[in-house]
């Protein structure tokens, strides 16, 4: 039996990088970065440095190669664990306005938006492919945020779009559908878009794994890092299921 290794690691949105010397001479060699394109939950930008996503197909990752340069000029041997911001920058969001697909509050609405689907996609393999290009060897794991304050949780209160029920309708015809006691097949979906419930409904990720989106993202084990290796990479994602 393999022993375990002991794993410490250092995160922060903000550019500490006298806090990251102090880490680094104290032995930590695992930094986490996270070039970010959108605001938190106070709606002030994550990270000090500027969104490396602009437009459709349109990318500035330089901002993202000054914020590991940043991290390498205080910790040469750095072993860097990478978030990949996935949640719609603004312009975006006011593109796809008439889906709602803002992936922050609303997840499940975005998660079932093609367009939206796309873009991101689109996105994800250009940044990924240009970190694995430009830095091989040097990022170990790479982390997919999406959702409220990143964390994969749906915050549209149980909102139904015309695109989420339809997913749904289209998975619950699935003749292979059980219920959770795997017998009976699973209830039918109601055919009218209700109202939002009163009350904030969170979900997890395993709202992608019940509509059966057609999402880049595969289900994987919580908290697990996923490695990448581009152009014909299989992505995967955080699962809380």
Request: net charge positive; with cysteine; glycine share 6%.
């Amino acid at each position: 039996m393999m022993p375990i290794k002991p794993f410490f690691a250092y995160r922060s949105f903000r550019k500490e990088l006298h806090t990251v010397k102090r880490f680094y001479d104290a032995g930590i060699r695992q930094f986490c970065v996270f070039p970010s394109n959108t605001t938190n939950s106070l709606g002030q930008p994550y990270v000090d440095y500027p969104p490396n996503w602009l437009y459709f197909d349109a990318y500035e990752f330089e901002h993202a190669d000054r914020q590991i340069d940043d991290i390498l000029s205080v910790a040469p041997e750095a072993e860097l664990l990478c978030m990949i911001d996935l949640n719609s920058p603004n312009w975006l969001i006011r593109l796809l306005m008439r889906t709602l697909a803002d992936s922050t509050i609303g997840l499940t609405d975005a998660l079932t938006t093609e367009r939206w689907r796309k873009e991101t996609l689109n996105y994800m393999r250009a940044l990924l492919t240009h970190l694995e290009t430009t830095y091989p060897g040097r990022i170990k794991g790479y982390i997919l945020a999406c959702g409220m304050t990143d964390e994969w949780m749906d915050y549209s209160k149980g909102r139904e779009l015309a695109g989420k029920l339809e997913a749904y309708r289209q998975w619950s015809r699935i003749p292979s559908r059980r219920s959770a006691g795997g017998s009976a097949p699973i209830r039918r979906c109601i055919c009218a878009i209700r109202k939002p419930m009163p009350m904030p409904y969170v979900t997890g990720i395993s709202s992608v794994n019940a509509l059966q989106t057609e999402s880049a993202f595969s289900r994987g084990k919580r908290g697990r890092l996923f490695r990448v290796k581009p152009p014909s990479a299989h992505f995967s994602a955080i699962s809380y299921s």
